[in-house]
């Protein structure tokens, strides 16, 4: 833990703002995207460039207090006591070449920014379903979207970034130059150095094309069977989400949707319509509600009706290696109980396509899965967080024995480590970089403990 006089000459030694315990913004830039979290680290900094950031760099040093880079802060996952987080906001350059369908961005930019940038371009970027969720974030740590079928994780478009080493050298790297960091960079970018920008390949949609059928729940279970048998014959051009909302008897709600469950499945298609691709959804249950036609990414983005504020929540995401009808109909069950009321929506991606074949080599990887599923359970003030936590617990003990090997960081909870998204041998290789790029544990240990 660094003393009040090491703490006290930060503010000297950066340019940047700097916040400590007492100061009266301290309390909201410590704070990560999920309020649930309690993070308390020794102070919060903003640097404003790479020289910030050597000052950083040694302060740590002399301090013991390690840096936890954090330029959104999603996927917040310890209470950080004694360390310092380091916010990424001024490193915001974005620079995109629609010719070679290539963006330079820097590791504070959120994906917002660039979908906006890329709106009528014919490109996209392999962005998640947030908008506020920053590229370096996401892209160092996996990142699953709805390009993943067609284009692979988000890591797989990582060509190369500009990185501060611990050791204090600040240089442009790829696979070329330094495959081995490059590797733990995708899926467990935090362990090698401070990314300071980021090059990254676009997805090229010369036709998107959408889909969003909603179901009620009566036809969920004969619905999802229709998806998983669409996931044996569907070409990587197809992207496809379905997800289960129970909506609690509010009487805030409007009377249509108040206490209901529905199921909802929603198709992409980069090359023009899929009709014939998605009519045996279609056919499966009673429509109630249809959206279909040409759509773009800032239209994905919208829909998605992510929250755009911080706010406090817990879940539970799971990579499954098959989703046969024993699974659905008992997920389906497991819905319907009264006593898992707390979980709001539960998430089931297809995966496949690109995914299978990863073009680059990294940490990250969803090739041996099948499906990936989230389950959202919101937190609300005064509303005891047990009944929560047990119905997660439930869907935990239910899915594992279809659970895949590995998943990806993104996914990853609060509590659970880098030993969830590769092997023993991948842990083993990882551990021995990073302890060559970081001997004196500058960098906070993260979801990789030392």
């Keep these: 833990m660094p003393s009040s006089t090491e703490l006290t000459a930060l503010r000297t030694a950066l340019r940047g703002a700097v916040l400590l315990p007492g100061d009266a913004d301290f309390d909201a830039a410590r704070s990560p995207w999920n309020l649930a979290i309690d993070q308390r680290p020794a102070a919060v900094v903003s640097p404003t460039d790479v020289d910030d950031l050597r000052a950083l760099l040694d302060v740590a040093r002399g301090s013991g ?20 987080i380091v916010r990424m906001r001024a ?56 390009f993943s079928r067609t284009a692979g994780l988000g890591s797989d478009a990582l060509r190369a970034v500009q990185i501060l080493r611990p050791d204090g050298t600040h240089e442009r790297i790829d696979d070329d130059s330094d495959p081995e960091t490059m590797w733990a960079l995708r899926g467990a970018g935090g362990t090698m150095g401070v990314v300071t920008e980021l090059e990254i390949d676009l997805v090229r949609t010369p036709a998107l094309w959408g889909a969003g059928l909603t179901f009620d729940v009566a036809d969920a279970v004969t619905v999802l069977r229709a998806v998983r048998d669409l996931a044996v014959d569907a070409p990587p051009t197809l992207n496809v989400f379905t997800n289960s909302m129970r909506m609690p008897d509010a009487p805030q709600l409007p009377p249509e949707i108040r ?11 980069v090359d023009g319509a899929a009709e014939s691709l998605i009519d045996g959804i279609r056919r499966a249950g009673t429509v109630q509600r249809e959206i279909v036609g040409p759509t773009s990414p800032a239209a994905l983005a919208a829909a998605s009706a992510e929250p755009t504020d911080p706010t406090p929540g817990a879940g539970a995401s799971f990579a499954l ?7 659905i109909a008992a997920l389906i069950d497991f819905r319907e109980q009264p006593e898992q009321w707390p979980i709001m929506g539960i998430d089931i991606r297809m995966l496949g396509g690109a995914l299978r074949t990863p ?14 599923v989230h389950a959202l359970v919101p937190v609300i003030p005064g509303v005891p967080a047990e009944p929560g936590a047990a119905s997660l617990d439930g869907l935990r003990a239910l899915l594992a024995s279809v659970r895949a090997p590995q998943t990806v960081t993104t996914f990853l909870t609060p509590g659970q480590g880098l030993d969830l998204c590769g092997s023993v041998d991948d842990l083993r ?11 004196e544990g500058i960098l906070h240990e993260g979801r990789l403990s030392r």
């Design 259 to 269: 206490g209901r469950h529905f199921l909802s499945v929603q198709a992409l298609s």
């Design 91 to 146: 490193f915001d350059g974005l620079d995109i070449d629609l010719v070679s369908g290539v963006a330079r961005i820097g590791s504070g930019v959120r994906w917002g920014a660039v979908v906006e940038a890329l709106e009528g371009t014919g490109w996209a970027a392999p962005a998640g379903s947030s908008p506020v969720v920053s590229v370096a974030g996401y892209t160092l740590g996996g990142g699953h979207s709805w």
């Design 359 to 372: 073009r680059r080599s990294g940490l990250a990887s969803l090739a041996a899965a099948d499906w990936l």
């Design 429 to 439: 290789r990882l551990r021995a970089l990073r302890d060559a790029a970081d001997p």
């Design 65 to 84: 207090a390690p840096l936890a880079v954090q330029p959104s802060g999603h996927g917040a996952s310890g209470d950080l006591a004694g360390a310092i």
């Design 321 to 327: 290696a098959a989703l046969d009808d024993a699974t």
